[in-house]
Nanobody
Framework: QVQMVESGGGLVHVGDSLRLSCTAS????????????MSWFRQAPGKERELVAWSSTHFTTAFGEFVKGRFTLSRDNTKMSLVLTMNNLKPEDTAVYYCARHVHSNAFDSSGYDSWGQGTQVTVSS
């Protein structure tokens, strides 16, 4: 079974940066990754899971409104890697961040994704 593996989270201070990485574990072919749009979601305690960043198969990107130019997203299909670089972090960015493969429906709807990983915790201290 293929699962995304996230890494790079941690405890940082307001204004700091983090680089989150995600790779597909268990995939026998890079097509598993390269043939699909990919996204990062996040979920804070007591809140719904929300889309952070989305990458199309052709490297077009889109971000949640709250990002406001602070994050960038890149993907390497040969390595089955999706990297989220987060700058100018704020306390409200504190959440568990997940990577997932977009398989159907609206990009903002988490039910349209599979291969969810365990997530990586990001904590931004003021």
């Amino acid at each position: 079974q293929v699962q995304m593996v996230e890494s790079g989270g941690g405890l940082v201070h307001v204004g700091d940066s983090l680089r989150l990485s995600c790779t597909a574990s268990g995939a026998t072919s890079s097509d598993y990754f390269s043939d699909h749009h990919m996204s990062w979601f996040r979920q804070a305690p007591g809140k719904e899971r929300e889309l952070v960043a989305w990458s199309s198969t052709h490297f077009t990107t889109a971000f949640g409104e709250f990002v406001k130019g602070r994050f960038t997203l890149s993907r390497d299909n040969t390595k089955m890697s999706l990297v989220l670089t987060m700058n100018n972090l704020k306390p409200e960015d504190t959440a568990v961040y997940y990577c997932a493969r977009h398989v159907h429906s609206n990009a903002f709807d988490s039910s349209g994704y599979d291969s969810w990983g365990q997530g990586t915790q990001v904590t931004v201290s003021s």
